[in-house]
């Protein structure tokens, strides 16, 4: 084993009685992805032997283990436009256009954010071992807006962390079908898979988790509502499911909403015309706020809408205006 590569601890008295894998982690080297790597690949040694991750140390055992290279992703970079918004060492800030699918999954294989990513960056550091972008959130294919990656294994540990504690402000505009009810709600039904539809999320799922989702009216036109929503868990889905759940399916959602055929349906042919208009889920991600994963400080973006909702908004001004005069 190279000398540069090798790491050797002496386990003292107050390590005695600690898993192997926490006693790693606890040394600020090495990252849980990365130690989880080594330990599985056998490349951590306790007294001379290999050990598993849970083992027990006592005061005088000496752990060796090997820093390794993070392996190349099998993902195909490809040169594919992004607006990046933010860029450091260790995150960067991208305002996702509607129409990219996040990450490669069955029957998106390229043309994937992560793809992108992985031509425009030349200084990831590896994400549990490999070489790729932290994606630490996601937004649905037609949902467009701002979103964080993490370049390092460190910074996507801590910003995965700050998610899971609920403590990422999350802003969404989104154009709904309905003249809301007062200037303000809340819906807090838990969300998980549709008893029926794998495919969909739902309100009445015997699995359901917590879910918690705010809104406020930013402007009405009528029948269709602008709305703010912030939400402080982020369950797949979520916007979409607790707004239909309420009555208020967002305009050009044809999962949850059946928007298409609320459209189709509309007898005022300006307003009708307007709607079609949006071919995709008219949800945008407009803030996200968070602490830097290394430096602390609080940091906040904002996206503006993007054209085709800007449009959209413009022409329902211009609508309203003229019916009330």
Same mark, same amino acid.
């Not at 190349?72 to 490809?78: A, I, N």
């Not at 996601?138 to 294994?153: E, F, H, P, Q, Y």
């Not at 999320?201 to 509502?225: C, H």
């Not at 994963?293 to 909702?309: K, Q, R």
């Given at each position: ?15 005695? @009685? ?19 790597? +080594? ?105 467009? &807006? ?35 009810? &007062?200037?303000?709600? +809340? ?14 999320? =739902? ?18 036109? &009528? ?72 430096? @602390? ?24 205006? =003229?019916?009330?005069?």
């Amino acid at each position: 084993m190279p000398e540069e590569e090798r790491i050797e601890f002496l386990v003292t008295d107050e390590g005695e @009685g600690t898993r192997l894998d926490i006693f790693l982690s606890k040394r600020d080297l090495l990252t849980r992805s990365q130690i989880k790597r +080594i330990i599985d690949e056998g490349l951590v040694w306790l007294n001379g032997k290999h050990a598993k991750p849970a083992t027990r140390l006592k005061d005088g055992d000496i752990v060796v283990a090997m820093k390794v290279e993070p392996k190349e992703s099998t993902l195909v970079p490809e040169d594919i436009p992004l607006d990046i918004v933010y860029e450091d060492s260790s995150i960067l800030l991208v305002d996702k256009s509607a129409g990219m699918v996040v990450h490669p999954a069955v029957g998106n294989y390229s043309g994937t954010l992560v793809n992108a990513l992985l031509f425009y960056c030349d200084d990831l550091s590896g994400i549990g071992g490999v070489k790729r972008p932290g994606i630490v959130h996601r937004l649905d294919k037609n949902t467009s &807006g701002i979103m964080i990656v993490a370049k390092t294994d460190e910074a996507h540990v801590d910003l995965s962390r700050q998610f899971k504690n609920h403590t990422v402000k999350k802003v969404y505009r989104t154009l709904v079908h309905g003249d809301v009810k &007062g200037e303000e709600g +809340i819906a807090e039904l838990p969300i998980g898979r549709h008893p029926k539809d794998r495919k969909k999320m =739902s309100t009445r799922s015997r699995n359901g988790k917590p879910a918690l989702t705010r809104w406020k009216v930013a402007r009405r036109f &009528g029948g269709i509502t602008l709305l703010e929503v912030q939400i402080e868990t982020g369950r797949t889905h979520q916007i979409r499911v607790h707004l239909n759940t309420e009555g208020y399916s967002v305009v050009g959602d044809d999962v949850y909403g059946n928007s298409r055929k609320r459209i189709n349906t509309i007898g005022d042919t300006v307003l009708r015309g307007v709607l079609q208009k949006m071919k995709r889920q008219a949800l945008h991600a407009s803030v996200i706020g968070f602490h830097h994963p290394v430096a @602390g400080s609080y940091m906040e973006f904002t996206s503006p809408l993007p054209a085709d909702m800007a449009d959209l908004c413009r022409e329902l001004e211009r609508l309203t205006n =003229s019916v009330l005069s």
